[in-house]
């Protein structure tokens, strides 16, 4: 006689309720996982942020300054619009074919070239030719003790990055929109800026962002800027205004009369994705200074309004770190009057920082 055993699965009605129970657990525990995973983000984009300010103290242990926010020869390379000097952005984007061609001293190179020995980067800063100027780089290999040939500005650095936002230069995708030294560069970009102040930063063109650079005001033309009534200017040279970096900047910390705790150094900066308005186009690229690599805190952070503000890829925050090297979470409803004072060195107005 044969004997059936019965054996008794699930109904359809049985399995499609499992289903539903694990879709339910997965939406309620994803949420906690994506949280996690960018608290662990922010964490690393804290250590960045931790990194480049020790790499700021310790450059100036060695120079008894701080680099200058940018090196820019402007007797050889500047412009002037209605209200003054600003440093030309051919200085940098122009390329020689050739080693020794730069006879008008071109430069045009960042305060994050200077730190890369402070940052472990001591072969790749060996590897720049200072006789040539950020673009020559960019085109002319050098050749490593291996025979591997490398174009050092176009080196990708994970510190300069924020994880939360990318983790590579994405010029021929997301951020394609940037401007660059070159824009068929598609390596060695960057999420973080010094503070160049509070104040007006940059020569800009409503309809032509490429043409933005950094102002070098000469005493008279800032003098000229000044209101009559409030004896202010908005530019960021002005004493109320003045930030860390600058062209040509030579800043040591006894200059940071408002208190190294006060004063913002480094921030993580706006990046669009937008190609116009020209206002809100960025600027790319850890080797190149100006609008890649300073910004301003004339207006709060993450307004998304204007190129030259500070923003993150964190949500309602963004991230600096001050000049006695500490990193803070602000708020993206900071008070912009606090905003404001954070970005000065010397304006003489008590601060107030939020707790983190």
């Known amino acids: 006689m044969v004997v059936r055993v019965r054996r008794r ?14 879709a339910m657990l997965i939406a309620l525990l994803l949420p906690a996982v994506q949280r996690a995973r960018e608290a662990a983000r922010r964490a690393q984009c804290q250590n960045n942020l931790k990194q480049l300010g020790l790499a700021l103290h310790n450059y100036h242990d060695t120079h008894r300054t701080l680099p200058p926010g940018q090196i820019n ?13 600003y440093a030309s952005p051919i200085e940098a984007t122009t390329p020689y074919s050739a080693r020794g061609q730069n006879t008008l001293g071109y430069h045009g190179t960042s ?30 290999p050098v050749q490593t003790p291996d025979f591997t040939l490398i174009y050092p500005p176009l080196t990708e ?7 939360s936002r990318r983790g590579n230069m994405e010029a021929s995708g997301k951020f394609a929109s940037t401007v660059r030294v070159n824009q068929n560069w598609t390596q060695g970009g960057n999420d973080y800026a010094g503070c160049s102040g509070s104040g007006i930063t940059f020569h800009d063109d409503p309809n032509d962002a490429t043409v933005r650079q950094t102002y070098a005001l000469t005493p008279a033309q800032l003098l000229a800027t000044v209101n009559t009534t409030t004896g ?27 208190g190294t705790s006060n004063v913002m150094m480094v921030a993580e900066r706006r990046l669009s994705q937008q190609l116009t308005p020209a206002q809100q186009r960025s600027h ?24 030259d503000e500070a ?13 006695d090297g500490s990193v803070r979470i602000i708020s993206v409803n900071i008070d912009l009057r ?8 010397a304006q003489g107005s008590p601060i107030n920082l939020p707790s983190n």
């Open 157 to 163: 650095l994970p510190a300069f990055y924020c994880p």
């Open 111 to 140: 305060w994050m070239l200077q730190i890369l020995p402070m940052i472990d980067q001591g072969p790749l800063y060996s590897f720049w030719n200072f006789s040539d100027n950020v673009g020559t780089n960019g085109v002319l």
């Open 232 to 258: 202010l200017s908005p530019y960021t040279q002005f004493q109320t205004n003045i930030g860390i970096f600058g062209v040509n900047s030579s800043v040591n910390f006894r200059s940071i009369t408002d």
């Open 9 to 22: 699965g699930f109904t359809l009605i049985e399995l499609l309720v499992v289903i539903a129970i694990i």
């Open 311 to 323: 923003g993150s890829a964190h949500e309602q925050i963004v991230q600096v770190c001050l000049a």
């Open 73 to 85: 020869n402007l007797a050889t390379a500047s412009l002037t619009d209605a209200i003054g000097l």
């Open 338 to 345: 606090t905003w404001i004072n954070m970005g000065n060195m």
């Open 284 to 307: 790319d690229g850890w080797a190149w200074g100006g609008p890649a690599t300073l910004f301003s805190c004339r207006i709060a952070p993450r307004t998304n309004l204007w190129a």
